[in-house]
């Protein structure tokens, strides 16, 4: 039976990796990566599996290991994680959902990361006009157990165009509409862990509905999608 579930072995490669971040390391634990690797997609295999139970995936992405360094001040070629995630299918659904592994630094996110600026505009311009709804579904008791608070990027200023004294500016700011859930190693390892990050992922639903309802239609409600 494939493994759908990470192993100890995947940590353990990640911390070697951490400690040896270098080309010559790296090749002589090829086989290795490759191995950890294969656990990492038919682990990511296992989840999609639970989500087409609640939701229409599109497209399901593994990152690859390797850091683009051209502009950034750490030089190091690997990451030190794997990391994957899923669209949903259909202009009708919007967001989408991350999934990183690491040694005590896993974690789970859904979405949305970066906004068009056409969208971004249109999220604003609701929330302005009824920041109720989208209160009631970020803070519904399941919903804020699950993924606590809302978290992103955000602007230190009101938008140009929107009232610095709207009561809900703070959710005006954003910029971003992230919602992140960490994991510990051990729940990470246990066999039922891709079941956990569905069950996690299916609770987000009424955000992103509420969010593809959004992006769908005008101010009017009239649909944008042909």
Do not use: C
Request: hydrophobic residues 40%; without cysteine.
């Amino acid at each position: 039976m494939a493994q759908s579930s990470v192993t100890k072995e995947t940590f353990a490669f990640l911390d070697n990796l951490k400690e040896n971040n270098n080309r010559d390391w790296f090749q002589e634990n090829k086989a290795t990566f490759l191995d950890r690797q294969e656990e990492m997609k038919q682990f990511l295999d296992a989840v999609l599996s639970e989500m087409t139970t609640h939701d229409h995936i599109e497209k399901l992405k593994l990152y690859r290991i390797y850091r683009d360094v051209r502009f950034s001040k750490n030089k190091t070629p690997y990451k030190i994680n794997f990391s994957g995630s899923m669209e949903r299918a259909g202009l009708e659904r919007r967001g989408g959902y991350f999934i990183q592994i690491a040694s005590k630094g896993s974690f789970i996110a859904a979405g949305f990361w970066n906004p068009e600026k056409e969208d971004l505009l249109r999220i604003r311009k609701e929330i302005a006009l009824d920041a109720q709804s989208f209160k009631a579904v970020i803070e519904e008791p399941e919903f804020k157990k699950t993924w606590g608070t809302l978290s992103g990027d955000a602007l230190k200023t009101a938008p140009r165009g929107f009232d610095k004294e709207d009561p809900s500016i703070a959710l005006i700011r954003h910029k971003q509409f992230l919602f992140v859930k960490h994991f510990t190693d051990k729940q990470v390892l246990q066999a039922n862990f891709p079941k956990l990050v569905s069950d996690s992922f299916r609770v987000i639903r009424p955000f992103f509905d509420l969010m593809s309802a959004i992006l769908s239609t005008n101010l009017d409600g009239e649909s944008l999608i042909d």
